[in-house]
């Protein structure tokens, strides 16, 4: 069997077994988070991912300088002693849960946010 063929193959199997197929993954999945996680921590203890995350921070802020400033506005804001606000007044105003996350529609209005958790956050990033 060629490489083409093996291809074709591989292909046409996925497309026949596709639920079994991701189920698997996600178990897999499942099954080592903990150890990605671990890995992770760990180099983002070393020298090296010291740097690249201080690097990717640069990046970020390079790239989108209006976000970074609304979310250091909110933040302080939030922060300071004067507000009598705290992040665990807000729910989630898609499921109701406690939030982590702020999220923003114009940036210029940076104290004009939704409150989201993780999960919805992700999910509307993508509309």
């Known amino acids: 069997m ?17 639920e079994k197929i991701n189920a698997q993954n996600k178990e897999w999945r499942q099954k080592h988070k903990s150890k990605c996680v671990d890995y992770q921590r760990k180099y ?9 995350r201080n690097k990717l921070a640069n990046e970020t802020k390079k790239k989108y300088p209006e976000k970074v400033k609304a979310q250091n506005k909110l933040n302080h804001l939030l922060e300071s002693k004067r507000s009598n606000i705290t992040n665990n007044d807000f729910i989630c105003a898609i499921c ?9 529609e114009n940036y210029s209005l940076w104290n004009v946010f939704v409150p989201l958790c993780k999960s919805c956050h992700t999910k509307t990033r993508g509309k």
């Not at 983002?44 to 690249?52: F, I």
């Open 96 to 104: 109701g849960r406690q939030p982590i996350e702020k999220h923003h």
């Open 44 to 52: 983002a203890q070393t020298e090296k991912g010291r740097v690249n």
């Open 2 to 18: 060629n490489r083409q063929e093996k291809l074709w193959y591989l292909k046409e199997y996925y497309y026949k077994n596709k």
